[in-house]
C-alpha cells in the first residue's frame, strides 16, 4: 500500500512500515502506541528501540531522525 502522506516509497505490509532509501536500500519499523518505535537498518546493521509515554513528534519525524542516527552509528561498523 502506498503511503501519500509520507515521503515516497514508504509502504506498510504484515504489521510494519517499511521506506525505500535513495540508494534504493529499505528501512522498517514497528510502531506501537505513545512513540514506541522499533527501528531496523539493515544496509547500516542498525536496530533502534524508543519506550515511549507519548509521541512527542509525528511518527515521519521520528522516522527521519532514526535514519539519521542509522546512517551515523552505521558509518562506524566495519564489514
Same mark, same amino acid.
Given at each position: 500500500?502506498?503511503?501519500?502522506q509520507?515521503?515516497?516509497?514508504?509502504?506498510?505490509?504484515?504489521?510494519?512500515w517499511?521506506?525505500?532509501? =535513495?540508494?534504493? /536500500?529499505y528501512?522498517?519499523?514497528?510502531?506501537?502506541?505513545?512513540?514506541?518505535?522499533? !527501528?531496523?537498518?539493515?544496509?547500516? $546493521?542498525?536496530?533502534? =528501540?524508543?519506550? /515511549?509515554?507519548e509521541?512527542?513528534?509525528?511518527?515521519?519525524?521520528?522516522?527521519?531522525? !532514526?535514519?539519521?542516527?542509522?546512517? $551515523?552509528?552505521?558509518?562506524?561498523?566495519?564489514?
Amino acid at each position: 500500500m502506498q503511503l501519500p502522506q509520507y515521503r515516497a516509497g514508504a509502504y506498510y505490509k504484515h504489521f510494519w512500515w517499511g521506506q525505500r532509501r =535513495a540508494d534504493g /536500500g529499505y528501512d522498517f519499523s514497528a510502531r506501537g502506541n505513545h512513540g514506541q518505535f522499533v !527501528f531496523v537498518s539493515p544496509k547500516n $546493521r542498525v536496530v533502534i =528501540a524508543r519506550n /515511549g509515554r507519548e509521541y512527542g513528534v509525528p511518527p515521519p519525524v521520528w522516522m527521519r531522525l !532514526f535514519e539519521g542516527l542509522a546512517d $551515523r552509528l552505521g558509518s562506524d561498523t566495519g564489514p
